[in-house]
């Protein structure tokens, strides 16, 4: 995940990189999720260093069509498909409406994406 970049061994990605809409508005409101000022910082500057790094891909409605795909495939799989999880399912359906990988620490949470999302555990 782009929040953890600076963290990955540069090897394990792609010589492209690309993050979502979805993604700059997780970071866009991290500042201010927290009460800490340092905090608060740190998170201001992973969101400036993204926004000149990145040009976002949208969510688009090629993406909202995949969304659908990807909560079936979440659902049949008899796993959460709603909530704070919806956020990373929508990440999810702009990696597959974009047909591109997705790079992600936590690939046990799209473990009911096989055939949809190419998923890759970094």
């Known amino acids: 995940m782009v929040i953890d ?3 990955i061994d540069p090897a394990q990605l792609p010589i492209e990189v690309a993050v979502c809409a979805i993604t700059m508005a997780e970071l866009a409101a991290g500042p201010h999720a927290t009460r800490d000022a340092d905090e608060r910082g ?3 500057d992973r969101l400036q260093r ?3 790094a990145f040009d976002a891909l949208p969510f688009d409605g090629d993406a909202a069509r995949a ?3 990807v909560y079936a495939a979440v659902a049949a799989a008899g796993r959460k498909a709603r909530g704070a999880r919806a956020v990373d ?3 999810a359906a702009t990696a597959c409406a974009s047909e591109l990988p997705l790079y992600t620490r936590n690939a046990a949470d799209f473990a009911a994406l096989e055939g ?3 998923v ?3």
Request: charged fraction near 25%; charge should be positive; hydrophobic fraction near 50%.
């Open 5 to 7: 970049l600076d963290t």
């Open 42 to 44: 740190r998170r201001q």
């Open 50 to 52: 993204a926004e000149a």
């Open 67 to 69: 969304y659908g795909r």
């Open 89 to 91: 399912l929508l990440i």
């Open 116 to 118: 949809l999302v190419h």
């Open 120 to 122: 890759v555990a970094v």
